[in-house]
């Protein structure tokens, strides 16, 4: 079988680590091979980067600093262990990729959607998601939630208002870079939500093999819409 990749995106506290745990033990019971990995991270030097990265103690990184970091860890990531996993056919489920730099960093930081995108570009060298997930949830009481229990690291302390810009980031992004983005309604209880998200990659994987276009929605339950 060929190798799938799935990027799971979204706000801090939308419930992508999860869901994660809960698609790794579905398809892995269905006998399919599964690569979990995070951003930033997944490898060593990866992990090193994610440290210095939210590190509370580097109140004074620069944006331009931030954003290129977050693109040398998925470039490190891509090339030594997403793309080897996908050549050996197995399923990578990712939690986040460069949807994320474009929120956070293209429209959060304020450096720009696509002079973020060039960033990563040369980075990651072409490789995109096949599928993405994008988990929909106004992040300001999830992350209240996150931060309470445990302080918060670097991004996650930024604050209501870049918080909120990061998730309009993602909504004017997946206005532009809509290919294989299904949206995830992440509103609703963690039962109903690991649905939705089984239920678009395994449409996503009928749709592969059928060679044809499949609309992601469970049935009767309508599209899932955002404003």
Known sequence: MKGIFIALEGPDG???????KGLEEYFKNKGMDIVVTREPGGTPIGEAIRRILLDNRNKNMLAETEALLYAASRGQHVMEKILPAIKAGKMVLCDRFILSSLAYQGVGRGLGIEEVRMINDFAIKGIRPDLTLFYHVDPE???????????????????????RKVYHGYLEILEKYSNNVKVIDATKSKKEVLNQSIYCIEEFLKGRKKNETYNCHSPGSGRTKFN
């Open 14 to 20: 939308s419930g992508k680590s999860t869901m994660i």
């Open 141 to 163: 009481t999830t992350l209240h939630r996150k931060t309470r229990k445990r302080g918060g690291d670097r991004l996650e302390k930024e604050g209501a208002d870049f918080h």
